[in-house]
């Protein structure tokens, strides 16, 4: 059986963790000397009225070898092939670690990792695709090939709202230079090819939730796509931003998420951004 299994860097929409069968591991988020386990021991409101109780920004650490080992062996049964599906690898370790899971449980399952070279929805609409790949009787070598495909032309365009969270971040060391001189901006992130760099700076908001739609427009034309929007405790403007986006692109299908702790602890609430995903 084919075990999809992705980290929780990835936005996974409620309704497609049964329906498509995905497994989250999820990623340990550091308060201080006490650790959380995302989504198990933490969820998204908690981990915002920790950070607005303590005024102070939490690390996160990607799921290690031995945690790896251990959600392997509670999800699947020996002889299974387990797709590992992870946030890109420039920003976490956390394919490596599942690498080194692999490399332990060989004999045990076939583990494929993946590193996906994105993040957020984009995992999600990866570990969705090679769900429908596989109901629709492709092999895994098949899936495996689509996905290294695909990961490349799809496309994080991100407005953040606040500079704080990603000054203090560690994990977002491309952003850091660009933003330890700014003030009053709201710059424009992209993920592409597994990093993510400033874009762009613009002065406010809406000209930043415009100028997102700009770059992915002049990036994506009138090709069909996947659309999504994701937010950071700001459901409102993510609203805002799907209901313009939807007039701007050739859609199938589009969907609204909210981000991950993960990778909210780095961008910080009222990050909202397009995630595109091509159909080929």
Known sequence: MLRIVT???ADILPEWEKEFGIDTIPVNILFGEKSYLQGVELDNEGFYKLVDESKRVPKTSQPSPHQFVEFYRKVAQKGDTILSI???AKLSGT?????????????????????SAVGSLGIGLMCREARKLERAGKSVEEIVAYLETIKRKIRVILTLDTLEYAKM???VKTLQAALASLLNVKPIAVLRDGDLNMAERVRTRKAALDRVIEMAKEEFGNQPVYLAVVHARDQKSGQALLDDAKSH???????????????AANLGPGTVGLILYPIE
Not at 108 to 113: A, D, K, Q, R, W
Not at 249 to 263: C, P, Q, R, V
């Open 95 to 115: 394919y490596t670690s599942a690498v080194s899971a692999a490399e332990e449980l060989k004999g045990e399952f076939n583990v494929i990792p993946m590193d």
């Open 169 to 171: 971040s560690g994990r």
């Open 7 to 9: 980290d929780g860097a």
């Open 86 to 88: 992870h946030i890109t």
């Open 249 to 263: 692109f050739n859609h199938k299908e589009t969907m609204l998420g909210e981000l991950s702790i993960s990778i």
